[in-house]
């Protein structure tokens, strides 16, 4: 398909996707202590059994004790699925949804990171459709109201709990392919941004999280057909990345920066999910697959040799989030290097790593034809990308170049 035949159907697809998905936000609670606030919702709305999704280490660690001793005393039966790891799997979200249907549940939480609100998705989305997951890949194969899903993150990156989208990996004869299922009906209903829950989050996963939602922003900001509305929010986490994630990372202690990032990534959440990703999630997820690295650390590298390959295409709409982010410069073009330049200096300062060290050269061409598949023409990106622009990126991005 040549260029010009690309940018028309993905004009057409996008503009019946935007027409569809109006913009639903989940209804927020928010503040040191409000997963407990989750107990008299569910009695509100005359639910009596409710699966809980985390991980083991919530469990080991105890963190969800308090929320499960309120909803006994509430007489709210409380099932637990707790196997959800990094990178979930059709198998994982599948499981879950036999032990949902087979223990008479009514509701889902999910508690956790991207992972774990994004297994829980497509896990409701199987309660109400009769396709597999592999049949809901792509955007708008759902349709229909989801079991009552309140999301709880407990990392500030992935906004999966203010989202249109979940990302799910499958397996085909051995080979992992990551895919995004999207629709408006898998926004969650309820999104419960407690920043206690994320105060055990490591530096590491702190850093990685947060570039993983500063991608989402300046992404959805730097797409074409970004609204006002797009825009605001995702200017909102801009700034509030900028001033509080180094900061963060330092010191995890403060429930202020730590609740404050939790709602950046919210805000970034809302951004994305109503214009999109674009060619740093592309590359992502199929890195992330080949090599199974993790989502955020790949963003954050990743991030700046996009930004740097559009070039002069996104100096107005980079120069505008440098200007929220209180970067300076003489003019759009500087003020756009000077903002990729810092992205570059926060990974730095976060020990986040500017190379994917696994990649091979003879990779290029299955990490491109995947890259490509997914964003062409799916995702507004600000230019058109082929097999060279790709290459150019994953080329900056080889640990062997300085």
């Known amino acids: 398909m040549n260029r010009e035949k690309a940018w028309r159907l993905r004009q057409r697809m996008m503009s019946a996707a935007l027409r569809v ?34 991980s083991a280490g919530f469990i080991r660690r105890g963190t969800l004790i308090p929320l499960m001793d309120k909803l006994a005393g509430m007489d709210i039966g409380c099932e637990v699925f707790s196997e959800v790891m990094p990178d979930p799997s059709v198998h994982c979200a599948e499981k879950l949804h036999s032990l949902y249907k087979a223990t008479g549940c009514e509701a889902f939480i999910a508690a956790g990171g991207g992972s774990v609100i994004d297994c829980t998705k497509i896990a409701a989305a199987l309660c109400v459709r009769s396709k597999t997951v592999r049949q809901m890949r792509g955007t708008l194969q759902v ?35 990551k895919y995004a299922v999207s629709d408006p009906c898998l926004i969650p209903h309820i999104a419960v941004l407690d920043p206690v829950l994320s105060l055990s989050l490591p530096p590491h996963h702190t850093a990685a999280t947060g570039m993983d939602a500063l991608t989402h922003a300046v992404e959805a900001y730097t797409n074409l057909y970004a609204s006002d509305n797009v825009k605001k929010h995702a200017l909102t986490a801009v700034k509030m990345i900028f001033a509080d994630l180094e900061k963060t990372y330092e010191d995890g202690s403060d429930l202020g920066r730590r609740g404050r990032m939790l709602k950046a990534s919210y805000e970034a959440g809302i951004a994305f999910t109503n214009n999109f990703v674009g060619y740093v999630h592309a590359l992502s997820h199929a890195c992330g697959a080949l090599y199974g690295l993790g ?80 964003a062409n023409p799916a995702y507004p990106v600000p230019v058109i990308w082929g097999y060279k622009e790709a290459e150019s990126v994953l080329r900056r991005l080889l640990a062997g170049n300085n």
């Open 21 to 54: 998905m109006k913009q639903r936000e989940p209804h927020l609670l928010e503040g040191p202590g409000s997963v407990l606030q989750i107990p008299a919702v569910l009695e509100e709305k005359g639910i009596t059994r409710v699966m809980l999704v985390t």
């Open 143 to 177: 349709m229909h109201k989801l079991p009552l899903l309140i999301a709880v993150p407990t990392t500030a990156g992935t906004g999966s709990e203010a989202t249109a989208a979940a990302v799910i990996t499958d397996t085909v004869k051995g080979v992992h392919y």
């Open 295 to 374: 989502h955020g650390e790949l963003n954050a590298a990743i991030l700046p040799a996009v930004l740097e390959e559009y070039g002069e295409a996104v100096y107005g709409s980079l120069s505008e989030i440098a200007e929220a982010a209180g970067i300076e410069g003489q003019d759009q073009k500087e003020r756009a290097r000077n903002l990729i330049s810092r992205i570059r200096a926060m990974n730095r300062y976060m020990g986040l790593d500017e190379k994917i060290r696994p990649l091979k050269q003879e990779d290029f061409e299955e990490i491109i034809t995947r890259a490509l598949s997914e």
